[in-house]
């Protein structure tokens, strides 16, 4: 996820520029950049590796004049290392055609190749950069045998190219373009990443969101996919892909500043709860078609011959990221994968009797978690070989590790992880398949229909979203409670776990995750009248069995809020119920996990706390 922004008008361009990345850099912050134009056709670029203010420093040591229009971009790395170089605006080869990014251009490759073979020279190891070039190419294609249209009327051949070179990138983008030859125009567009235009008087703005210019005009249109923007000053003109004009409504936008940061919600918890239809669909695009075992050695560098060599599979990771590779110890083992899952921080003497042959999984959103680190060099040092799971680019594990998978969910800013872990787990199902595809476990076809299944989780999430308002209502009469039980079997022991972490660390209760059907051991000592518990009760082999453990625990008073699904919602004997999706019991973890976090956010602000931020607590955990 990055932001972009651009600015068309009167006022200071990169005063402008710089005010919108400042909103924006919730969207990600490992550097940024900006270029403006003015009426002599000249072009300035400034990029700085880290913060805005790194940038604001350079802009203010530049003497900038007459800046009529402009496009900046605060990057969260998804190809290429964070560095100055990768560092959006990116170039075409003569410095003349400039572009911001959001998104990611999955034929990227195909095209950097066609354009390498016509001479293009590449700066940079960004998907981003082969958008400027196809729009140069496109532009010389245009010209050809009619040099005159470049000078007569470039506006038209620019726009011409620009839309040429979007209808031919797949993958999903939000793309802001100048051209030093016509700085009178922006031109954007838009395919599965946010854009949205601001509509002042005599000038115009466009960004990933409306935070970004929110102080200057409330008036806006949304971009839909598909659709291109011409900003110039005196006003704006849509276009769909095909080249034809649109007509497009405006909205006013009601919310202040802060709340537009967070896309409208109230805490960037909620905001990031319901990213993760997207998030999800990040982690799998591209990455599930066709079952063949390359994608392990595209993605990971992988061949087949190591995957069969290996033998178990070790988790270690920390908080939420364990939760993940908990479950992910029991999807791996419903492929036929043997898999150990263990705390880093708890892993100092196992790590000496690993066998060599054991794969190291090492988990963490942030890849710069102290305990998970330590553990990985601990592996390292016993001879293994470490797999990383991480959504941030560059982050140390990646460079410890042996091979990285990214999860591609976009910065996660809310102390209480969510949307990470989606993608986490996510990531464990396309690894699970490939490697037993690979290994010879599972047929192709086996293999096929559990991807089929994948693909229909993101719309599954969307839906078990719209639990939203049922579980807000039922958080007010819990919100008094001190004392949670979370309790479910199998697969959805490890998301037990997470419920529980979740309103602990958010909502500073007392909570406890447990395998339902170690309840009777011990633990149901403690239900008493009235003592909430939530239950993960879906269909599958595990149901019948939990049906009992519910039965156990109403018994003794407790009052149950059961996580079902149709089927599994007729056979459960409980207070409260929230029904999602049914799907396969391998993949309702990706499901049942939702209502607990929407659960978890709901107490902790009928509570008052500090939802984002909570008491003693840190986004990432640099001390062991
Ligand atoms: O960045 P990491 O995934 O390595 O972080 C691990 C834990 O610190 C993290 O998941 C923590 O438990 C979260 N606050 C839980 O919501």
Redesign the pocket.
Known sequence: MCGIVGYIGDRKTEEILLEGLRRLEYRGYDSCGLAVSNLKNKLQLKRAKGRVEALADIVAAENFKGTVSGIAHTRWATHGVPSEDNAHPHTDCQGEIVVVHNGIIENYLELKDELLKKGHLFKSDTDTEVIAHLVEEKLKTLNKGANSIRAEMPEPVFFEAFRRAVSVLKGSFAVSVLWAKTPGIILSARMYSPLVIGAGEKENFLASDVSAFLKFTKKVFFMKDGEIAVLRKSGVDFFDFGGKKIQKENSTVNWDLSMAEKGGYKHFMLKEIHEQPQSVENTLRGRVLPVSGELLEKELGMTAAEIKKTGGIQVI?????FHAGFAGKYIFEKFGLRTEADLASEFDERSRLLEKNTLVLA???????AD?LYAVKLAKKNGNKVLAITNTLGSSITREADYTLYTHCGPEIG???TK?FLGQLTAMYILAVNFAFVKGNISEEKARLCVEELLKIPRWVEETLGLERDVEKLTLSFSGKEHYLFIARGINYPIALEGA??IK?ISYVHAEGYAAGEMKHGPIAIIENGMPVLAVAVSGPNLDLIRGNIEEARARGAEIIAIVDRESGKKVKAAHYLEIPATDELFSPLLTVLPLQLFAYYIALNRNCDIDKPRN?A???TVR
């Open positions: 990771a920390c908080g939420t990221a988990i963490s959103q942030s890849g710069e978690t998970t102390v209480a992880s990470a972490l979740k660390e607590l986004k990432s955990v």
